[in-house]
């Protein structure tokens, strides 16, 4: 069975541009996750998607990240317009049940840079 | 709010020793959940353990062991007779139960594991 998948593997871009992380979680699993971390900072939780439906997106920092999952399958986060703090490992995972306390599938991240 | 506080940030042992990795977690919630993952340098975060805030029972897999104590909020993590692919970097994580809490986990710092040979 494949596991989460991050695409890319690494973004270099300049301050302003636009970057899209790409997320495809474990195949039925209906629960997706976004988490971040900022160098020297610990993880920090995004947005969780029920199928196609944001189910919590208090962890968005502000109106630069849009994040999208058409269809319930894959999911992409957008930064539009990229800042230097943005830099940082991208998580993306999936749950099968979305109950609390299920264990969490984890892809390998995205690491982001803007210069 | 919850939080889960990591101190060591790195810790560097000698093949075969054992080594404790420290966890300590705030939270108001009296159902919670604790998990231990394990970041190898390929970068995904591993699942090691999910323990919930009723199940005070120590746990032993293998070489690993993990002791809960509720009474000093601690969920800490042994690794005996440690190797050299036990390195990586181990993050400790805490989810509420709340009902507004909804499922997201909170994660401390992490701590940088090197097993020397």
């Known amino acids: 069975e494949a596991g989460v998948t991050q695409f890319p593997s690494h973004s270099v871009i300049e301050k302003g541009q636009t970057v899209t992380l790409r997320c495809d979680p474990i195949?039925?699993?209906?629960?997706l996750y976004w988490y971040r971390r900022v160098m020297g900072k610990e993880i920090k939780f995004l947005l969780h998607?029920?199928?196609?439906?944001?189910?919590?997106e208090s962890g968005m920092p502000n109106n630069r990240f849009l994040a999208e999952r058409t269809g319930g399958t894959y999911s992409t986060l957008k930064v539009q317009p990229a800042e230097l703090e943005d830099s940082g490992v991208y998580f993306c995972?999936?749950?099968?049940?979305?109950?609390?306390?299920?264990?969490?599938?984890f892809g390998p991240g995205t690491r982001l840079t803007v210069l | 709010a919850q939080k889960v506080t990591q101190a060591q940030t790195e810790i560097s042992v000698v093949e075969k020793e054992d080594v404790t990795l420290d966890c300590v977690y705030e939270?108001?919630?009296?159902?919670?959940?604790l998990f231990w993952y394990k970041q190898p340098p390929s970068g995904e975060l591993v699942f090691l353990i999910r323990?919930?805030?009723?199940?005070?029972q120590n746990e032993i897999s293998g070489r690993y062991s993990w002791n809960f104590q509720k009474s000093t909020s601690s969920f800490n993590f042994t690794i005996t007779a440690s190797q050299v692919v036990d390195s990586a970097v181990y993050f400790c994580?805490?989810?509420?139960?709340?009902?507004?809490?909804?499922?997201?986990?909170?994660f401390g710092g992490g701590t940088r594991l090197m097993v020397k040979p």
């Open positions: 995972a999936s749950s099968q049940f979305g109950q609390r306390g299920d264990e969490q599938f």
């Open positions: 195949s039925g699993h209906d629960n």
């Open positions: 998607f029920v199928k196609e439906s944001k189910q919590d």
């Open positions: 939270t108001r919630d009296t159902t919670y959940y």
């Open positions: 323990r919930n805030s009723f199940d005070e």
């Open positions: 994580a805490l989810s509420e139960a709340m009902d507004n809490a909804g499922n997201m986990l909170t």
